[in-house]
């Protein structure tokens, strides 16, 4: 089994700031991208960042100049600082990965279960 465990959402202010953390664990032969995508009420789920095992990024055009994302290839966890949070990023946050599990062929897409932001004043 692998798990991804996102820690970190919460209740902020306009303008505050925010870190979330993402854990994998388990059974993980390797890990490949990783990275956050969101959900708000009644929208489709979308991009936030992804990030290579090689630490090559990609950011959605609304964050790109406040959020960053990074991680920690020995620890298998990927976090996103988020600053100058809007009340447009309100969401649900959800952490990804593909992961190789040992003994498997091919990688495949896990998910978290979703950590909230509301940004409200």
């Known amino acids: 089994q692998v798990q991804l465990v996102e820690s970190g959402g919460g209740f902020i202010q306009p303008g505050g700031s925010l870190r979330l953390a993402c854990a994998a664990s388990?059974?993980?032969?390797?890990?490949?991208?990783m990275g956050w995508y969101r959900q708000a009420p009644g929208m489709e789920r979308e991009l936030v960042a992804t990030?290579?095992?090689?630490?090559?990024?990609n950011c959605a055009d609304s964050v790109k100049a406040r959020f960053t994302i990074s991680r920690d290839n020995a620890k298998n966890t990927v976090s996103l600082q988020m600053n100058s949070l809007k009340p447009e990023d309100t969401a649900v946050y959800y952490c990804?990965?593909?992961?190789?599990?040992?003994?498997?062929?091919?990688?495949?897409?896990?998910w978290g279960k979703g950590t909230l932001v509301n940004v409200s004043s």
């Open positions: 388990g059974s993980i032969a390797s890990l490949f991208d």
């Open positions: 990030i290579t095992n090689g630490g090559v990024t």
């Open positions: 990804y990965a593909k992961i190789l599990r040992r003994l498997s062929l091919r990688p495949m897409d896990y």
